[in-house]
């Protein structure tokens, strides 16, 4: 489905952890087809912003008057949601690797990438006895894992991949319903210098073909030259939103994290030091 709504349409949105106000105020408006990269350090409220799309985290009432559409609506069903927006937190990685949801007491099961991206039709983790898996399920698998660069892995369990490999199969997962976008939580987290190369390689592949990519990072180099803007995040409230060649600059960079940053461009790609 395609609709031409804003991806994500945020008016004056906080939200508390706890006692925490993790999100101040946050208004912003992304396109579909859109790429932004949202950048800021640890405990500025990136994980909860994306909690707010997946509806861990809800606004909190009581702060002004603030409104929170994706895809032009406020109200959503959880899983249609995340079908809709291919989201691919750390925590999703995880637990597709174990085998094993937080939310269910299922049994741990080691799964293979084919039947990870399958799985992702049913929004479970993993493929159970009750799963009427049809024969184009498969091939879309097997498709969205070419596309992804490990159609060579697709009869391997995630246990015997590299994190890398793994990441790159859960982002299939989340292409199986053709989303409008991807949503990625630290996407090289822990990854080496060659998975990161390839993941992002992969990510870009996906930008070109027209999804809206939007990435929560706190590293300059995983900014793909696809994303042209990027929002920069802060205790909570959005502090910079803008072209990356005007925001992801020494100085700016040095205010957001508070420590001296200088920051070198090569090519079309950031890298801090
Ligand atoms: P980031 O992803 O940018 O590191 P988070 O969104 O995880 O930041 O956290 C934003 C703020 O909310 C931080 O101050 C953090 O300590 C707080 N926080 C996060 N999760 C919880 C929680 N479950 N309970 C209370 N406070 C939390």
């Given at each position: 489905m395609r609709v031409s709504a804003p991806l994500l349409d945020y008016q004056n949105v906080s939200v508390y952890r706890g006692d925490t106000l993790?999100?101040?105020g946050v208004s912003l408006r992304v396109a579909v087809g859109e790429h932004v990269a949202i950048l800021g350090p640890n405990g500025c409220g990136k994980s909860t912003l994306i909690k707010t799309f997946t509806r861990e985290c809800y606004p909190a009432s009581g702060r002004g008057e603030s409104s929170l559409r994706i895809l032009g609506r406020q109200a959503w069903d959880v899983n249609e949601l995340r079908r809709m927006l291919g989201i691919v937190t750390n925590d999703l990685v995880d637990q597709c690797t174990r085998g094993m949801s937080s939310d269910f007491a299922e049994l741990p099961r080691r799964v293979t990438a084919r039947d990870t991206v399958i799985s992702g039709f049913f929004s479970s983790i993993g493929v159970w006895a009750h799963h009427d898996v049809t024969p184009a399920m498969r091939e879309t698998a097997d498709a969205l894992l070419a596309r992804l660069g490990?159609?060579?892995?697709?009869?391997?369990?995630?246990?015997?991949?590299s994190s890398g490999e793994v990441r790159r199969v859960v982002i299939a997962r989340a292409l199986v319903h053709d989303p409008s976008s991807l949503v990625l939580d630290?996407?090289?987290?822990?990854?080496?210098l060659r998975a990161m190369r390839d993941l992002r390689g992969a990510v870009r592949t996906i930008a070109q073909s027209g999804l809206s990519v939007v990435m929560v990072t706190?590293?300059?180099?995983?900014?793909?030259?696809?994303?042209?803007r990027v929002i920069l995040i802060k205790r909570g409230r959005v502090v910079d939103d803008g072209p990356k060649d005007a925001l992801l600059t020494s100085a700016r960079l040095t205010d957001l994290f508070e420590m001296p940053i200088e920051v070198v461009r090569r090519g079309d790609l950031y890298h801090a030091w």
């Open positions: 993790a999100l101040d490990v159609a060579h892995l697709a009869d391997r369990l995630l246990t015997q991949m630290e996407p090289t987290n822990s990854l080496d706190h590293h300059l180099a995983d900014i793909i030259p696809e994303i042209a």
